[in-house]
């Protein structure tokens, strides 16, 4: 649960868990796996995001943050696709 009496950093952290407990109680989990989120830095993505923030889907593997199509993420019968949460907005082309 976010914590509403903390300031904001203007930064993003190097990891999750730099944000407890100072800004959260805990870290939370995946409702979808019951395990972590998967957190990185990105200082040269072409959308302009400085962190990737991503679940590893029902399959459970680590895809480096590769989505597929939005059904794929939570299918277990198809593999290589993880869910974003902090998706790009805008992009051209979509």
Excluded at 14 to 21: C, E, I, R
Excluded at 52 to 65: H, I, K, P, T
Aim: contains cysteine; hydrophobic residues 30%; charged residues 25%.
């Amino acid at each position: 649960m976010p914590r509403a009496d903390t300031p904001k950093r203007g930064a993003p952290p190097a990891a999750l868990s730099d944000l407890v407990p100072e800004y959260l109680d805990a870290l939370p989990l995946d409702p979808a796996t019951g395990q972590r989120y998967e957190y990185c830095l990105v200082p040269d993505d072409p959308h302009g995001r400085t962190y990737l923030l991503y679940s590893f889907g029902v399959d459970g593997e680590d895809n480096g943050g590769e989505e597929g199509w939005i059904t794929d993420w939570y299918n277990p019968q198809k593999s290589g696709a993880d869910h974003v949460i902090n998706r790009p907005r805008n992009i051209p082309g979509e």
